[in-house]
């Protein structure tokens, strides 16, 4: 049982170029989210998903797109990557959204730089 | 929208010390809390969580927390802690609702001293 992962681990890209991270679970959870963590900031929410095909703003999607074709599957897009955007980012699943249920569980995270 | 303070971003602790961080929260209604912990080069684990009953909660690897509703705060408490505790600490809240993510702290840094 790998829980959540999360493809790359590292990735160097220059301004404005493209990629999307991969996350996959293998909990059978409904829900998925998107964090960034940067310095001294914790961890805030980009994008989430509340089941198949949905998708949701967090407090920071401003760059970002996503999306949810596969319910075990978020991916997460940039399209013109930017400097901003080098960070640590993490995914996270949960079962359901009862306090029992949205307990999350993260992957390991992908470390990104724009330069 | 919802906040989370935590209080001391860095704690050094010689090895035997207690600890405890100090974790504040804005929302006024029905919440579940959390502490996770990020050991270095590792992803986010869960210490502990607080949803309903008992206010003083227990966790992984020692830790307990107590929710003060009337303080909004949830601190992490640990008697006795050891070097293998270094790591970095988040509290995390969400509210009601619980689909739409964590609101965390910025985090706390402590280092173990042997």
């Known amino acids: 049982n790998a829980g959540v992962t999360q493809t790359p681990k590292f990735r160097v890209l220059k301004t404005g170029q493209s990629m999307t991270l991969l996350c996959a679970q293998d909990m059978n959870h409904e829900y998925m989210y998107w964090y960034r963590q940067d310095p001294g900031m914790g961890l805030r929410l980009i994008h989430y998903?509340?089941?198949?095909?949905?998708?949701a703003k967090g407090e920071v999607p401003d760059g970002y797109n996503v999306s949810r074709l596969k319910k075990q599957n978020f991916l997460l897009g940039l399209e013109s990557a930017a400097p901003s955007q080098t960070s640590v980012y993490f995914c996270a699943s949960s079962y359901g959204s009862s306090p029992y249920q949205n307990i999350q569980y993260f992957g390991a995270g992908t470390r990104l730089s724009v330069l | 929208a919802q906040s989370v303070s935590q209080h001391n971003h860095h704690v050094i602790l010689s090895e035997a010390a207690s600890l405890e961080l100090g974790c504040n929260y804005s929302y006024g209604g029905t919440v579940n809390l959390f502490w996770y912990v990020q050991y270095p080069g590792q992803h986010l684990q869960l210490l502990l969580k607080?949803?309903?009953?008992?206010?003083l909660v227990k966790g992984i690897k020692g830790f307990e927390a107590e929710f003060i509703k009337s303080k909004f705060s949830f601190n992490l408490r640990k008697p006795s802690v050891q070097w293998s505790d270094t790591a970095e600490y988040f509290c995390?809240?969400?509210?009601?609702?619980?689909?739409?993510?964590?609101?965390f702290g910025k985090g706390t840094h402590l280092i173990i001293q042997p």
């Open positions: 607080y949803f309903s009953g008992d206010p």
């Open positions: 995390a809240v969400n509210g009601p609702g619980g689909a739409d993510g964590l609101t």
């Open positions: 998903s509340v089941g198949e095909g949905t998708t």
